[in-house]
């Protein structure tokens, strides 16, 4: 048995800081007053003023300025804070306190990031300076003020300075072949299913194990209140398949948690150990929303891999570790307004993977074995059923369609019975309703996840497939602009909840009266306000197609809405989506249509030429529903490289650096 001691630098954020370095002479200075809480352990950054800033936006002589802050080395999302926009001054007054709860012990070995930048409204932030403080020697005793001058952006820190975020403690020892007959049950971990039956002893796989023992940590990142809810999850790389995925427990409430949890790796020859290594990231556990990274080291005497170099599997490991980041299970969809891009994102790569690895390489992925879908259909759908009940069945589920017939919400059953019914019989429920408010009475009750297949406000499953398609197609979403020309009907809500937070653009075309509910529209503005993308609201088919990079439209009469068919296609006249509406899009413009597809809509010379993308896009309506079952039902990672929504998504990985007793974070 031995002990390893590893110092690494820690595994980047996915959160990539953007923006535009080296446009600008840096020039001028900020006003601080550093403190210190003792009593409340928060580290106070009062954010005065700053002068004499360089001018952000040459082309329009100003400075739209703000303030950020990072505590280093944690460049999360969880360590960053930011002031509010003072327009048109290289002079701003800003007043604000950025507070850090962050232990004195901590804190000596913390760096304080403080950045100056211009606010650009389409997203292309300039740095104007920064300055970094160490706290090694700070003397919090004596407030004062202070001024600092910018410098330019220090591109060293990264790469010169160890990434402290805490330590970790393990024991590892690897148990020969010949020693290795067979263990207590209680002493090897083995997944849910293995075994069946009493417990007994069991025979391991041939060959030698690897036994790694995780006892503490302590100084981890508080991420809540003081403290963290930790945890361990170890891979044996290069296998990061769910086979050797090992977690331990949650402990509540600590930044200095003991687990005393053993990972067992078995079948492994001594010759194997030059080509593997443990990768063993720490969690923090948030029951509602995406779990925190909190550090990660890998263990190895060689390469990491089987024949490859460490930095080639690097983008991928990163983001896989991203995505078990993103904790969506057990998570109800009813709009795309509750899922931030960092939860969209893991849903579209689940299922390009799920497509991959069933359509092109023909394999069975049974990931929903044993677990079953209660379907309920108020308004009647060919794609949205043939989606789900193939999709279901191809991953080992059950699906059970219930018809108006079998089943209507609140009539001869109340919603909350039939919620808590459902919730004892299936695992899952995906309804199309005529009022979303009957999915958030459904949801409200059921104690399983709710699936909004459709409703008179939203059609989230949709824009999944439209986004997947739009992906598969152009490589890339950030960047494209989308053209609604049509109705303002669920669909284009689904697009206004969505578009901005993976930076494309939407401008949308709709006759008078038609235009989307005031309500959507109103938070639409503030997310593209927020993400920096443009919205525009038109009545001009021919301006919303301008320079465009998709055009899309949907049915102009809905069902239920037949009584109104005469005066809608009176009122939708000149909205019709044809070549000549595409000759002022760009040059490599698509089209999109979720079906079924009237020829007043759009004519037959777009919707069956190569630019249309409708029949890609009704396939990879069961696609994205797979991948969004999987999401909400299982913690499976995707086998494929992650995505490409932007350059740099996923930045440096970990190095490896093996020393002696304790690893630190």
């Known amino acids: 048995m031995f002990a390893l001691q590893t110092s690494i630098n820690s595994m980047m954020s996915v959160y990539s800081e953007t923006g535009d370095y080296g446009n600008v002479r840096v020039s001028g200075e900020i006003l601080l007053n550093i403190s210190y809480s003792y009593k409340t352990g928060a580290l106070n950054v009062l954010v005065r003023e700053c002068r004499c800033l360089a001018t952000g936006d040459e082309r329009r002589q100003r400075t739209d300025a703000y303030v950020k802050t990072y505590l280093l080395p944690d460049k999360s999302r969880q360590s960053k804070r930011k002031t509010s926009i003072k327009s048109n001054t290289t002079n701003p007054v800003f007043n604000e306190n950025l507070r850090y709860v962050v232990s004195h012990s901590q804190l000596e070995m913390r760096t304080l990031q403080v950045s100056v930048w211009h606010h650009d409204r389409f997203g292309h932030n300039n740095f104007l300076g920064e300055t970094e403080l160490t706290f090694d020697s700070w003397e919090f005793e004596t407030q004062i003020e202070e001024w600092f001058a910018l410098q330019p952006r220090n591109e060293s820190y990264v790469d010169s300075v160890m990434h402290y975020k805490g330590e970790l403690t393990v ?38 194990m690897v036994e790694l023992l995780v006892k503490e940590a302590k100084n981890l990142t508080a991420v809540k209140g003081g403290s963290s809810d930790p945890f361990v999850k170890g891979y044996l790389l290069p296998d990061d398949k769910k086979s050797t995925k090992h977690k331990t427990a949650v402990v509540k409430r600590t930044v200095n948690p003991r687990w005393n ?226 109705d303002g009907n669920n669909v284009l809500h689904s697009f206004m909840m969505s578009l901005a937070k993976l930076g494309v653009n939407l401008k949308v075309a709709t006759p008078k009266g038609y235009e989307p509910d005031a309500n959507v529209t109103q938070e639409a503005q503030l997310l593209s306000k927020q993400f920096g993308t443009k919205l525009q609201f038109l009545m001009d088919p021919m301006e919303a197609a301008r320079h465009s990079s998709v055009l899309v439209t949907d049915t102009w009469v809905s069902m239920g809405q037949e009584e109104e068919k005469k005066k809608r296609l009176k009122d939708f006249h000149g909205y019709q989506i044809t070549m000549q509406t595409g000759s002022v899009a760009a040059p490599d413009w698509t089209f999109l249509h979720c079906l079924p597809r009237k020829a007043e809509e759009v004519d037959d010379e777009v919707f069956y030429s190569p630019r249309s993308l409708v029949f890609t896009e009704a396939e990879n309506h069961k696609w994205t529903i797979m991948g969004l079952m999987v999401c909400i039902l299982t913690d499976y990672t995707p086998q494929i490289p992650k995505l490409k929504f932007k350059k740099n998504m996923w930045e440096k990985d970990i190095k490896n650096r093996i020393l002696s007793s304790v690893c630190h974070l």
């Open 171 to 208: 024991v590892l020892k690897y148990i020969p072949a010949e020693r290795n007959v067979s263990l207590p049950l209680d002493q090897v971990q083995v997944k849910k299913g293995f075994l069946k039956g009493k417990k007994k002893n069991i025979t391991l796989p041939k060959g030698g």
């Open 261 to 486: 949890h053993t990972f067992t790796y078995c079948g492994l020859q001594h010759s194997d150990l030059d080509s593997v290594c443990l990768e063993l990231t720490v969690w923090d556990r948030e029951p509602f929303a995406s779990n925190v990274f909190l550090g990660g080291v890998r263990l190895g005497a060689g390469t990491g891999s089987s024949g490859e170099k460490l930095e080639e599997m690097r983008g991928e490991r990163v983001g896989k570790a991203a995505l078990d980041s993103v904790n969506l299970e057990g998570r109800s969809f009813l709009t795309l307004k509750d899922f931030n891009a960092e939860e969209i994102k893991p849903i579209l790569w689940v299922s390009a993977d799920l497509k991959h690895r069933i359509k092109h390489r023909g394999e069975y992925v049974p990931l929903l074995q044993g677990k079953s879908i209660a379907m309920i259909f108020e308004k009647r759908s060919t794609r949205t059923r043939m989606a789900t009940e193939t999709g279901f069945s191809l991953l080992g589920g059950h699906p059970c369609f219930l018809t108006p017939q079998d089943i209507h919400l609140g009539v001869n059953e109340s919603t909350t019975d039939t919620a808590r019914v459902l919730s004892g019989l299936a695992d899952v429920v995906l309804a199309r309703v005529y009022s979303h408010s009957s999915l958030e009475h459904l949801d409200i009750d059921a104690s399983i996840p709710v699936i909004n297949g459709l409703s008179d406000l939203y059609h989230p499953i949709q824009v999944l497939a439209d986004l997947s398609t739009l992906q598969e197609h152009y490589g890339s979403l950030k960047g494209l602009t989308l053209a609604w020309i049509g």
